[in-house]
């Protein structure tokens, strides 16, 4: 059983680039979030994903959007980059069972560096 | 979202117990409290995870009184390999799960 994937673990841009990071659910699971973290400090939430709508949101800028696929897969997608958006990016998963006892399956993340 | 405070950094040296406790003052009818472990370059991993009394998994435990206003993870016998991250999180169902800056563990040998 395949966990969290995803893809690519590594990747640089230049200032102004868009970028698409792309992250497949552990099987079984129907909900997907993604963090950014920052060296040293802990993930930032940006948004969650859930029957192809984005539910929750973070404190991020536009510039950051996402989708869901039907087979649960999701991207994430950030326009007109900047060097602050250097950061390791997460995906976590998650079966959604609307009792407060969801545990975050994550994988092991996309480096992401902007010149 | 119940806020919770964590110590920022512990020391401790191998085969000790260590203790990390969590303040929730704010927590709600409805949250669990949930434990996860991060090494460098790597997603979070999960824990424990529980909503009152006392947890035991093979990894941990984790105790939290009646009034669920704190909780603390319990590492039995540490080793080096325990050197990570630690972050407690507490939320409600269908809630965004906030990560705030975790417990930075050192073991030393």
């Known amino acids: 059983d395949a966990g969290v994937t995803q893809s690519p673990t590594h990747l640089i841009k230049t200032r102004g680039q868009q970028v698409t990071l792309r992250c497949s659910p552990k099987?079984?699971?129907?909900?997907v979030s993604w963090y950014q973290q920052a060296l040293g400090q802990g993930p930032q939430f940006i948004f969650q994903y859930y029957e192809e709508e984005e539910r929750q949101r973070g404190n991020f800028p536009d510039r950051f959007s996402g989708h869901q696929f039907p087979n649960y897969s999701s991207e994430l997608n950030v326009n007109a980059l900047l060097l602050g958006d250097s950061a390791l990016y997460l995906c976590?998963?998650?079966?959604?069972?609307?009792?407060?006892?969801?545990?975050?399956?994550f994988g092991s993340g996309t480096q992401l560096s902007v010149l | 979202l119940a806020k919770t405070t964590q110590p920022i950094s512990m020391d401790s040296y191998e085969g000790q117990e260590v203790n990390i406790t969590c303040s929730h003052n704010?927590?709600?009818?409805?949250?669990?409290i949930t434990w996860y472990q991060q090494f460098p370059s790597q997603g979070p991993r999960f824990i424990i995870q529980?909503?009152?009394t006392k947890v035991t998994n093979e990894v941990a435990s984790l105790f939290i009184p009646a009034d669920r206003k704190s909780s603390t993870l319990s590492l039995p016998r540490v080793s080096l390999s325990d050197t990570a991250v630690y972050y407690c999180l507490v939320g409600e169902r269908d809630d965004k799960i906030i990560f705030g800056k975790g417990t930075r563990l050192h073991i030393l040998p």
């Open positions: 529980g909503y009152k």
């Open positions: 099987s079984g699971h129907d909900t």
């Open positions: 704010n927590i709600a009818t409805n949250d669990y």
């Open positions: 976590a998963s998650s079966y959604r069972q609307g009792r407060g006892d969801e545990k975050l399956f």
